[in-house]
């Protein structure tokens, strides 16, 4: 991965409804975290983003694949 701050510890700590971005269909997105939960296999957070359809979605992605900063290169904005 890239250098930014990513994971568990981000994911339990960040004031909701908080901006971040997220790996959703092998892309970086920006997008908000608006809720979590700790689970036996970890922390997920319950996200919003826009998808490369332009289509809004509300998922749980686990703490890996959600990010305070930007990554490296060009990521698709979500409005």
């Excluded at 339990?12 to 790996?23: I, M, W």
């Excluded at 703490?63 to 490296?72: G, K, S, V």
């Amino acid at each position: 991965m890239n250098e930014f701050e990513h994971g568990a510890d981000l994911v339990s700590r960040l004031p909701l409804p908080g901006h971040v971005v997220v790996l959703a269909d092998g892309q970086w997105r920006r997008g908000w975290l608006i809720g979590r939960e700790h689970e036996e296999t970890g922390w997920t957070g319950l996200v919003q983003y826009e998808d490369g359809e332009g289509m809004e979605r509300t998922e749980r992605l686990p703490a890996d694949r959600i990010a305070l900063a930007e990554p490296e290169g060009p990521i698709e904005q979500a409005s």
